[in-house]
């Protein structure tokens, strides 16, 4: 058996395997260098040196500081361990008050309703099997799984109708009865443990000796002793799945450890080593919400890693009575910030990387739940307004309480994240009209990265104008490895920004780290700049500057410097709108839904607007197999820089006045 890494050892574990080709300690820098430069003037005043240097220093050792000054977790962490049930997420007291809420909260009862609709509509359907549809992945099925161990769970305690756990045995036998739940692909066997975990716990009174005894042998067996062989031989596929910092940490750690917590009376020897091994690998994964809750793996895989943490922590908190400090992860409260502020006015989110794509805005329970966790009535106010749109179980368990009274704060209308340096613009709240902007610089190596540094999204007039793409399918070759740059919605020309000299090559550097520059509200606009230098290895600098102002209207500004090579430059935005050019190619009309855009193009002189299919250039590479991108067209300005080249673009919703800006050096910004 290998020796069992701890912290420290642990710590050092990530920072040699976590990112062994893509600079880690860049990371670290870029996070640092990016608070930095949001500091006006720092930097510029000698006096202030002693100072400035002082807070780099801070800034750039924080996130190691949070690897290596790690939580230590008790030898054995189930000595306060509450031996009733329920305990995982809630308490018998936790579903006392909800049953009293849903008779006195109109939106909890409407909600209670659609969750006991969804728990009968699930005893007609088939038993799961163990199938995997892309012969790599069970997922769907765990989560098939987990899904209706929470809906069954939740409308037992509610009505302790027996019909449910009777139906959640069947399944729950006909999933212990798999061969196996796909730990090659660990995600599956963690989603599968916690759905077990619930069921096990939330039914627990339901259950006979002989059916309490069989779930915690299916989840030792099928769940805890594939990760324990993981957690012993960090070396292993398992043990490097366990350990990932992204996403999949919080994922495959709270699903253990949910598991170790639900067992944790009848079996606290495996319990107790499950536990404190998924607590200890857990924490690599939650210190990346530092400095300001952003996640750089984009929104949905932020609302993956946030069920799994929240689920864990909650659990911790009620079966232990302690989550042994880790809610207390720099960044980690937070975390409803997130969609708080990436949320668009018309209904659709800011997407990038892999979780893109034209998606609606739905609630997320679990930032309801760290929202009251710490008192934050903005964001919490926020999911309870959305709760109803997608009722589920967790979504009433962790419902917000109504305001009442009390005065909701106005966030503010700019926000950067550090992680991945992007941002959000809007003229106004609660207005879906409201012009939104997302801009991006950020880091092209992070987990389910695109090539797209400088892209941004668009919405005014309740309309979604510069969408983003999404992922490709995962299962095209290596589209997590070598052919990674070669399909189009990865590539910089299926975003909203611009490719320099485009070919066969990946179209930005894929190693690049860029900066946020600036991001303020000048009162009667918001603005924010981008340094895209790093990106564009052909050109001796590149900047990018967004301007809202207040009636909605966008101006996008780059300036881009060749040092006297000649460049070729596409500037693209993907728009699902009808675009038609006018006469001369200086300006373009763009309608959707019966609403009108106007582009105009300010500068270069010399450059023209086209309307091009969104689909990789002729000179792109463009494999097999990718996902069409029907109804989307691509708004291009094609241009040549010789020298220094300033490329602007305003975008002008209908109602507007066109009022010609004077075009101001990003530096004045």
């Known amino acids: 058996m290998a020796d069992k890494p701890t912290f420290p050892s642990l710590s050092w574990y990530y920072l040699e395997n976590a990112y062994p080709s893509d600079g880690f300690a860049s990371r670290l820098f870029f996070n640092g260098l990016f608070a930095i430069k949001l ?7 000698p006096p202030m040196n002693k100072i400035y240097f002082s807070l780099l220093t801070t800034l750039l050792l924080a996130p190691l500081a949070a690897l290596q000054a ?3 977790i008790p030898e054995n962490p189930l000595s306060s361990l509450k031996p009733e049930h329920p305990r995982l997420l809630a308490t018998a007291s936790d579903f006392a008050r909800l049953k009293a809420t849903i008779k006195s909260d109109p939106l909890a009862e409407k909600m209670s309703v659609a969750v006991i609709r969804q728990a009968d509509a699930i005893l007609n359907q088939p038993l799961p099997q163990h199938v995997l549809p892309d012969g790599k992945r069970l997922l769907q099925t765990s989560r098939d799984v987990k899904e209706r161990m929470q809906t069954l769970g939740l409308a037992w305690q509610l009505t302790g109708d027996k019909k449910y756990p009777e139906r959640a045995w069947k399944d729950l036998e006909a999933a212990g009865n798999f061969p196996d739940w796909n730990p090659p692909h660990f995600l599956d066997t963690a989603e599968m443990t916690r759905g077990f975990a619930i069921a096990l716990d939330w039914m627990n009174e339901a259950w006979l000796p002989a059916q309490r005894e069989q779930i915690c042998r299916w989840i030792i067996n099928l769940g805890l002793q594939p990760a324990l062989d993981g957690y012993r031989d960090p070396k292993t596929h398992n043990g490097h799945q366990l350990r990932s910092t992204n996403n999949w940490g919080q994922v495959t750690n709270g699903g253990i450890g949910m598991g170790a917590l639900a067992i944790a009376d009848l079996h606290p020897k495996e319990a107790r080593e499950a ?11 939650l210190s990346r919400y530092a400095p300001d809750g ?11 890693a946030m069920e799994y943490a929240t689920g864990i922590l909650s659990s911790l908190e009620c079966s232990l009575g302690t989550d042994f400090g880790l809610s207390k992860t720099p960044g980690y409260s937070l975390t409803p910030e997130f969609p708080l502020y990436l949320d668009g006015p018309c209904g659709c989110y800011f997407g990038f990387a892999d979780c893109g794509g034209d998606h609606k805005i739905s609630s997320i329970p679990y930032v309801g739940w760290v929202a009251a966790r710490f008192a934050n009535a903005t964001a919490a106010a926020s999911q309870r307004d959305k709760a109803v749109e997608r009722p589920n179980a967790m979504g009433l368990l962790w419902l917000p309480p109504a305001a009442g009274q009390t005065k909701i704060a106005e966030p503010a209308r700019v926000k950067a994240f550090s992680i991945n340096a992007y941002c959000t613009l809007r003229s106004k709240w609660r207005d879906r009209d ?16 695109h090539l797209d540094i400088g ?14 793409l999404g992922s490709d399918n995962y299962n095209l070759p290596d589209y997590f490895g070598k052919q990674r740059w070669t399909y189009y919605r990865l590539r910089a020309e299926g975003h909203n920004t611009f490719v320099v000299n485009p070919g066969q090559e990946p179209d930005q550097a894929p190693k690049a780290e860029c900066p946020l520059t600036l991001c303020a509200d000048r009162g009667n606009a918001s603005v924010a700049v981008g ?8 050109l001796a600098s590149a900047k990018r500057g967004v301007r809202l102002a207040n009636d909605g209207s966008l101006r996008i500004q780059d300036e881009l410097d060749s040092e006297g090579k000649e460049a070729s430059v596409l500037w693209f935005m993907h728009t699902p709108a009808k675009i038609e050019i006018a006469s001369g190619g ?7 839904d019966g609403k009108i855009l106007r582009a105009e193009l300010v500068s270069p002189l010399d450059g023209h607007f086209e309307s091009m299919e969104a689909a990789p250039l002729p000179t792109s590479p463009n494999p097999a197999g990718q996902k069409a991108n029907q109804g989307i067209t691509k708004l291009t300005v094609r241009s040549t820089c010789k020298y220094n080249q300033t490329i602007v673009v305003d975008l002008i919703p209908d109602g507007v006045d066109v009022f010609r800006l004077p075009i101001t050096p990003l530096s004045r910004w």
């Open 39 to 45: 500091a006006p003037g720092l930097s510029n005043h």
């Open 70 to 72: 790690a939580i230590p």
């Open 275 to 285: 536990l404190r091994y998924a607590l200890e690998c857990l924490q690599p994964s």
């Open 294 to 304: 952003g996640w750089d793996e984009g929104y949905g895989y932020y609302i993956y």
């Open 434 to 449: 409201a012009g939104f902007v997302g801009f991006k610089a950020g880091d092209n190596k992070a987990s389910h990265g």
């Open 455 to 468: 892209t941004f999204v668009y919405d005014v007039k309740g309309t979604h104008w510069a969408v983003d």
């Open 531 to 538: 340094d895209l230098g790093a990106a564009y290895p052909a």
């Open 586 to 592: 200086r300006s373009a009309t763009l309608s959707r």
